[in-house]
């Protein structure tokens, strides 16, 4: 067999066991850059697998978005709770506003009745009936006093008219200068009693005037004491809510501009890596295609080299058979290594496989990052929204703080001003006390004037009754039945005159409910003043007698 061979078909199997080996070299080489691009992928791949742990590392990050969604919580919370403060604020501010309101209106009132008081001219007719009622109430008790002097002298001379019918001596004489005696006196002393009732009324009232403003002014100095201080804790209060929201407002933003500038980064990181894997698996997936169909071609090509080499190694010596051995030995070596090859590959496919589903879960969580964004960025529009809310109330209030202040220090100058005003009424009062004080100073001496002046005309008067008694002792004897008859009269007249005081009592009683009775006290006192003058002047008995139908009309016209 070995002669059976020429020349040329034995260089033509020299030339292509060369090419064999030349060819297993190569895929030697290919086999080894192989190899090296396995280690280059398995390199990539745990680079892969880095990435997708830092990706979950992201994932498990962006667990913080719960503590965003309790800080917003906390937000719309602290939001309800400043909400809540601000309509308590406004509630307190709408009573503050109502007492301070009823305070102003109580001032102008006081203010008024002031000024009322110091021009001295009565506002309505309520005043001038007060007045005209501390005047006949001063009247009335001057009238009672006058009316138990009078009893007191009737009664003195009920008893000495009995002694002188009894005696019939000098004691007529004691009577007549009794009974004669001038008027003066009981009027200047029924107008000092009166003048002294009205001025200690007066004197009353304007006391009570004066506990009753001091008493006003007082309870409005602390009313305003107490808004004051409720104010300023209302202000502290706000100030403090207010840096308390605006810290926390602060704070919220941050985290949410962190976490905001956080997920952007990492989803741009991941975006990146994504891109950057897909780029990776698509050069190692044409890397795969172009080597699967070059281990193909150099299959079939094997296959075919294979197939002529067993027709030639059939018809070739045994040297040739011995090359065949080896280069079928070398096919086996070229298979196993293409069956590595394939399990590499099917290895790679799985690799791929799980890579495509890695980067399908990283885009599904791409795709729910965006949305999160997306929520994200719909809060913080809220959020800015609800911002420029509070910030508006804020700017609401801080106005109605400084009306509120405004209003404070109007209320301090009206205080001030009620200060000066009560300072002025007191300056006032004790003016009036002193003038009160001088006019009794002065009343007293007219008193002591008047009661001078009346011992001075008591003595004339007793000396010119004493002559004129002289001269009537001697018609004594003709006066005595004009005298009893006098005696008669008088009593008739005292058992009038216990009448009238208990008409008196009665008027007493009615004083109050009779406030339009001035002038039947008027006339009443004309009459009383008619019948003393009667009584003590002897030589006005004509017009005594002419008055006895009126007197008698008048004691019948009585309330009984």
């Known amino acids: 067999m070995a002669q059976a061979l020429s020349e040329e078909e034995f260089q033509r199997m020299q030339t292509q066991l060369l090419e064999l080996r030349t060819n297993n070299y190569q895929l030697s080489d290919e086999l080894r850059k192989n190899g090296v691009e396995l280690s280059s992928l398995r390199q990539k791949v745990a680079y892969l697998d880095k990435e997708f742990s830092k990706a979950q590392k992201a994932l498990s990050k962006s667990k913080k978005a719960q503590e965003v969604e309790v800080l917003l919580s906390e937000k719309e919370m602290l939001q ?5 403060q601000e309509e308590d604020f406004r509630l307190q501010n709408s009573t503050l506003m109502a007492e301070f309101s009823k305070l102003c209106s109580q001032l102008e009132q006081l203010e008024l009745e002031n000024r009322q008081l110091k021009e001295g001219v009565p506002g309505a007719a309520g005043p001038h009936v007060d007045g005209e009622l501390l005047r006949l109430q001063a009247e009335n008790t001057a009238l009672q006093k006058n009316m138990a002097a009078l009893q007191e002298r009737y009664g003195k001379e ?44 007066l004197w009353e009232q304007l006391q009570g005037l004066e506990s009753s403003k001091q008493a006003e002014t007082s309870r409005l100095q602390e009313e305003l004491a107490k808004l004051s201080e409720k104010l300023k804790k209302k202000q502290e209060s706000f100030c403090r809510l207010q840096t308390e929201k605006e810290t926390l407002f602060n704070d919220s933003r941050n985290k949410i501009e962190e976490l905001q500038q956080r997920k952007e980064a990492d989803l741009k990181a991941q975006l990146a890596r ?8 698509e050069a190692a997936n044409q890397s795969l295609a172009e080597l699967r169909d070059q ?8 296959a075919a080299a294979l197939r002529a080499l067993q027709d030639q190694v059939s018809s070739q010596s045994a040297d040739a058979q011995e090359q065949v051995e080896g280069l079928l030995a070398e096919n086996n070596a070229l298979r196993t290594s293409l069956a590595a090859l394939e399990q590499i590959q099917t290895a790679k496919t799985q690799e791929l496989n799980m890579l495509r589903e890695q980067n399908t879960e990283l885009a599904a969580e791409l795709k729910h990052r965006q949305a999160d964004y997306e929520e994200l960025m719909g809060q913080k529009d809220d959020l800015n929204s609800q911002l420029q809310e509070s910030l508006r109330a804020n700017s609401r209030l801080l106005e109605q703080l400084q009306e509120m202040g405004q209003e404070k220090e109007q209320l301090i100058q009206d205080l001030q001003e009620a200060r000066k005003s009560a300072e002025k009424r007191k300056v006032m009062l004790d003016e009036l006390a002193m003038e009160t004080l001088q006019e009794k100073s002065q009343h007293k001496e007219e008193l002591g004037a008047v009661r001078l002046r009346h011992e001075k005309e008591m003595l004339g008067v007793r000396a010119r009754y004493e002559r004129e008694l002289r001269e009537l002792h001697e018609d004594k004897k003709r006066q005595e039945e004009e005298l009893r008859g006098q005696i008669r009269e008088e009593k008739a007249r005292t058992r009038e005159l216990e009448n009238l005081q208990h008409t008196v009592e009665e008027l007493q009683a009615q004083v109050h409910s009779m406030d339009g009775a001035k002038g039947w006290f008027e006339r009443r006192l004309k009459e009383a003043e008619t019948w003393d003058c009667s009584y003590r002047n002897p030589y006005c008995s004509k017009s005594r007698n002419r008055r006895k139908p009126s007197s008698s009309a008048g004691s019948s016209t009585l309330p009984s």
């Open 295 to 302: 281990r193909q071609g150099e299959r079939l090509e094997h």
């Open 158 to 201: 009920a008893v000495r008219p009995s002694a002188v019918s009894e005696g019939q001596g000098d004691p007529p004489g004691d009577v007549l200068p009794i009974s004669l005696s001038p008027m003066p006196l009981a009027e200047v002393e029924l107008k000092w009693e009166m003048e002294r009732e009205e001025k200690k009324l």
């Open 274 to 281: 994504t891109q950057k894997l897909q780029q990776e698996l």
């Open 80 to 84: 309800a709770k400043l909400h809540s």
